[in-house]
């Protein structure tokens, strides 16, 4: 098993050929000079952010940058999902333009995982592609949304209709940035992290059970490695498969049901955090009534997601609203309904289940 590290910071290679790049992990790092140190030579810098974590961390990130680049120019956009938007896409990328910025710019993304997305799509395809490094400020970013090179904005259709696969240069996860984030927020950063364990470490689990207090209450050690580990698990299983065509489906282990969740309560109600907590307790039932796990295994999952102070009750929608809304989930092909379940600790597969079965699962954890 795995122990708790006493070190505070950690850094994670991504192995990626020519676009292999670092994701460092520790408390105080946006402070420290040598963080910044080894990027490239730029006239211009630009840090994407947004009106919530501006005021607290943008002046700071500037100090640093400024021995590095001639001018750094920031882009504050309003705070919130709904701005993950093609106006906001619009903004950074009329800036960049206005302010004649070369395809040598450096964006830095300073924010959660909205903040993560869009100026890494930017960064996609201003002039094709600039340099991009990621300051993820919220755990659910430094945990998942930073890892793995997907970036989008939202359309009004659906969320990341509209993206690219595109890496960032390098990643610093300050654990210092975490002091300021709400609970609720950092609740729903621990439902990504305990969903690492079952599909992927069972070491991991275990570590997470007997750290739990401690990631709550934002010890630095701790959650270093929790990143840490995080962020290799996720590395290692989207190194298999940068493109989603298969195994990288098992990082939604919880998420069928709670997409299905997030949109029948309507986006906003639940964080996507909660409503991957509660979908977890339901996949886990699943894989449970399914015949490979047993019933022990679901109650160990509910104990821990309802001690991360997650929701563990599936809100009653109604049995055919959740089938109605689990298939249009966009990652069913032919129509059937398929769940990343666990089949033994640590390993994740998928299956398809009737829906007798759904019911019997839902029924079994509905908020009453
Ligand atoms: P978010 O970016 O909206 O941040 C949550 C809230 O916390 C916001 O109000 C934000 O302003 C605030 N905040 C951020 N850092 C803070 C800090 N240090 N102190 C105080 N407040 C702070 O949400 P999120 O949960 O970080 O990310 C969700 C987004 O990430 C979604 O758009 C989702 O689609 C995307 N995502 C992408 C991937 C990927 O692989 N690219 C993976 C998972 C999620
Ligand atoms: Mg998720």
Known sequence: MSVSSPESSACVPIELGERSY?????????????TWQGLPRAATALIVTNDRVGPLYLERLRTQLQPHFGRID????????????????????????ASASDRKTVLFALGGGVIGDLAGFAAAIYMRGVPFVQVPTTLLAQVDSSVGGKTAINHPRGKN?????????????????LDTLPPRELSAGLAEIIKYGPIADAAF???????????????????????????????????????ESGLRAILNFGHTFGHAIETGLGYGAWLHGEAVGCGMVLASELSARLGLMPASFVDRMQRLIERARLPVLAPALGLDRYLELMQVDKKNEDGEIRFVVIEGLGKAVMRTASKTLIAETLAAHLDP
Not at 22 to 34: K, M, Y
Not at 168 to 177: E, G, K, Q
């Open 205 to 243: 689990l275990d570590w997470i059970e007997h750290n739990l207090d401690a990631l709550l209450d934002r010890d630095k050690a701790t959650l270093a490695y929790a990143v840490k580990r995080s962020c290799e698990i996720k590395a290692w299983v989207v190194g298999q498969d940068e493109r």
């Open 22 to 34: 670092e994701i460092r992990i520790g408390p105080g790092l946006l402070d420290l000079a040598s």
């Open 161 to 177: 209709m509209v993206g690219a696969f595109y890496q960032p240069i390098r990643v610093v996860a300050d654990l210092d940035t």
């Open 74 to 97: 920031a882009v504050v956009l309003p705070d919130g999902e709904q701005h993950k938007s093609a106006s906001s896409l619009d903004a950074v990328i009329d800036h960049l333009l």
